[in-house]
């Protein structure tokens, strides 16, 4: 599965840019649980999609990662770049999944609040 982002805008020229090319999807209770720590660090354009999730934490982690709160439409709805081991992200109400990639990752495909995800197979 990719993540895609879509700026969505009055603008004609709407740029669509691809933010991960290899997402691996969390839904199990045990799935959201582990999270990343069942992987080895993440490369390139890997991602983890965590469905049903206003929360994360890094316990256990090793290294920084990027964190992207998405609501029920597909917006985003907060970020924390470079999300340091053994921290916990605030509870954010909104959100109905997190998208977690390689620190440095949401930086460098621009994304902001507000900008649409989408997942494509």
Same mark, same amino acid.
């Given at each position: 599965m990719k993540a895609i982002k879509s700026i969505q805008g009055l603008d004609p020229g709407n740029k669509i840019t691809v933010i991960a090319s290899n997402v691996i999807t969390a839904s199990s209770f045990?799935?959201?649980?582990?999270?990343?720590l069942a992987f080895r660090p993440l490369e390139g354009s890997e991602g983890l999609l965590i469905k049903d999730c206003k929360s994360i934490h890094t316990i256990g982690m090793r290294y920084n990662i990027d964190v992207i709160f998405i609501d029920s439409g597909g917006r985003v709805a907060a970020i924390f *770049?470079?999300?340091?081991?053994f921290r916990f992200s605030p509870y954010?109400? *909104?959100?109905?999944?997190?998208l977690e990639l390689k620190a440095g990752s949401a930086g460098m495909a621009s994304i902001r609040i507000g900008d649409i995800i989408s997942f494509v197979e």
């Open positions: 045990f799935q959201r649980f582990l999270g990343l *770049e470079d999300m340091a081991p954010i109400r *909104e959100a109905c999944s997190v």
